[in-house]
């Protein structure tokens, strides 16, 4: 019996499905993006960087984190809402831009 040999298939680019999925996918978000936030009255600062498989880099961390929450957890040492914590470039919070793409496209 002659096995067939499965067409060359040239895999597409990586789809992102995770907490960031929507809003990469919307172009709302890119790869490189750099998030930062500020708490004053625990005097820390924090900085991440989105990747294109949806994760965030943390500085000061090898691993990558797979939400916004966990990522802050990373930094402060604590369970912490990272959706609201994380601010974008222009100042508004991941929150914010999702609440935003969820009004505007309600299928998300």
Known sequence: ????RAPNATPGPAVPHGPLGGLLQAGLLSASTEL???QRRANRRGRAVITAEDRLIVDGHA???PSPSKAA???TGNVINGWTLWHLPDGRTLDGLR???QRDDPHN
């Open 1 to 4: 019996m002659r096995r067939r």
């Open 36 to 38: 930062t936030f500020h």
């Open 63 to 65: 691993s990558p984190s």
């Open 73 to 75: 957890e990373a930094i």
């Open 99 to 101: 609440r935003e793409h």
